[in-house]
Structures are given as structure tokens and as C-alpha cells.
Nanobody, 126 residues
Framework: HVQLVESGGGSVQAGGSLTLSCLASGYTSTYCMGWFRQAPGKEREGVAAMSAGGVLTYADSVKGRFTISKDNAKRTLYLQMNDLKPEDTAMYYC??????????????????????RGQGTQVTVS
């Protein structure tokens, strides 16, 4: 069993930066990992994903501003968010997906099709 705990959310002004962290307990090295967000009244969006082999994909809405990375020694997944915009306001979730393909990962995150998920961390941009 894998537990994921996000942290690092908060309130920031437009143009600012935040780094989200996702600490994993349990064995996750064979899982694809990613971040998705959910805002009230908006569709869930898989914003950044990393396959087990290290292939990175990003939603067009965050490309060039967000960076996903992982520190295996710390068992932590990160999402560095720069140049934040009000439309980035959402609850951000970390997720682990088993038996995934890198080209399908963000779609699965957007579709709530993951194996494990954290409790989420709120990001508010004003």
C-alpha cells in the first residue's frame, strides 16, 4: 500500500512561485507519478506527469511554467510552479498510477484513473 502526502500549497500573488511536495510511503519506483488539479466548476486537469521511465509530460496550460521532478532518496515528488496565474487556483493532488503508459498518463489523471492519491493541497493565486 502507498500513502501520498502533499504539502506546499498556499496563497500567492499572480506572477509568484510555489513548490508543491508529495511524500510517498511505500514502494513507488515502478509507478508513474503525477499531479492533477481540481477547481470548483472546472474539469479535473492532469497538469504534469512522470512515467516510471522518466518521461515528462505537461498540460499546455502549464507548459514552460511548471516543472515536475522526483527525488528518489527522499521519496518525494515535486511540482515547481512559476509565473502563477489566477486560473491556476485549484486543489492540487499528487497521484501514483500503476501499469501506465507515459502518453496516456495525464489523460488518466484527468479521468480520476489512478491507483493512489493524496489528500490534496490548496493553491490560491490572486
Amino acid at each position: 500500500h502507498v500513502q501520498l502526502v502533499e504539502s506546499g500549497g498556499g496563497s500567492v500573488q499572480a506572477g509568484g512561485s510555489l513548490t508543491l511536495s508529495c511524500l510517498a510511503s511505500g514502494y513507488t519506483s515502478t509507478y508513474c507519478m503525477g499531479w492533477f488539479r481540481q477547481a470548483p466548476g472546472k474539469e479535473r486537469e492532469g497538469v504534469a506527469a512522470m512515467s516510471a521511465g522518466g518521461v515528462l509530460t505537461y498540460a499546455d496550460s502549464v507548459k514552460g511554467r511548471f516543472t515536475i521532478s522526483k527525488d528518489n532518496a527522499k521519496r518525494t515528488l515535486y511540482l515547481q510552479m512559476n509565473d502563477l496565474k489566477p486560473e491556476d487556483t485549484a486543489m492540487y493532488y499528487c497521484a501514483a498510477v500503476d501499469r501506465c503508459a507515459w502518453w496516456d498518463l495525464r489523460r488518466r489523471l484527468s479521468a480520476n484513473d489512478y491507483t493512489y492519491r493524496g489528500q490534496g493541497t490548496q493553491v490560491t493565486v490572486s
